[in-house]
């Protein structure tokens, strides 16, 4: 194969992968889906240094029923958030209880399930397993996992409570059951 048609052929497949990539990327309209919204640390376009000695570090949570807020303006109520991923089998197996959790409780504390969308094979996947489940969870995307690393996430499922005064309570790696995390957020 000569240089040009070398040449070419990379070019092709740079353009390919760049629309995939693009195509999975944006931040659509989560209307009609099981998705809640996305959380990040920083707004399109811009950048932000987290320092690390920041407890709890806050982000923006942009979806439909939130607006677009941070997790420093939802004083007031416990915040219970839990970082996941669809094919994490501790993660599968916490999940009906945490949905009970969320639709028992769901007045009374803010609710945050992160997926690390950045390591999923597909955000179909994400959508599927919502779905497939029934589950009401409020699911927010982490795109780019800034929010899992700001937050130091290690393994999955993890779980982060803070108080009505945004004090973290709880901070553990691991399957959490439904009794455990409702003693967090009474």
């Given at each position: 194969m000569n240089k040009?048609?070398?040449?070419?052929?990379?070019?092709?497949?740079?353009?390919v992968a760049a629309g995939f990539f693009f195509s999975r990327s944006g931040a659509g309209d989560f209307a009609g889906t099981a998705l809640a919204g996305e959380v990040s640390l920083t707004l399109p376009?811009?950048?932000?240094?987290?320092?690390?000695?920041?407890?709890?570090?806050?982000?923006f949570i942009i979806g439909e029923n939130k607006g677009e807020t941070t997790l420093s303006e939802l004083k007031g109520?416990?915040?219970?958030?839990?970082?996941?991923?669809?094919?994490c089998p501790p993660c599968r197996a916490e999940m009906p209880e945490l949905d009970k959790?969320?639709?028992?409780?769901?007045?009374?504390?803010?609710?945050?399930?992160i997926n690390i969308t950045s390591q999923e094979e597909s955000l179909a996947d994400v959508t599927t397993f919502l779905s497939d489940n029934g589950y009401s969870i409020p699911v927010y995307l982490?795109?780019?996992?800034?929010?899992?690393?700001?937050?130091?996430?290690?393994?999955?499922?993890?779980?982060?409570?803070?108080?009505?005064?945004?004090?973290?309570?709880?901070?553990?790696?691991?399957q959490i059951s439904y009794d455990k995390a409702k003693s967090l957020i009474k």
């Open positions: 040009t048609k070398l040449s070419t052929v990379i070019v092709v497949m740079v353009l376009g811009e950048q932000k240094t987290v320092d690390p000695d920041m407890s709890p570090p806050d982000f109520k416990p915040v219970f958030i839990n970082f996941w991923n669809t094919w959790l969320y639709r028992e409780y769901g007045n009374d504390a803010e609710f945050i399930f982490d795109r780019r996992g800034e929010v899992a690393g700001a937050y130091g996430i290690r393994g999955i499922p993890t779980t982060v409570v803070l108080d009505a005064q945004g004090e973290v309570v709880y901070a553990a790696a691991g």
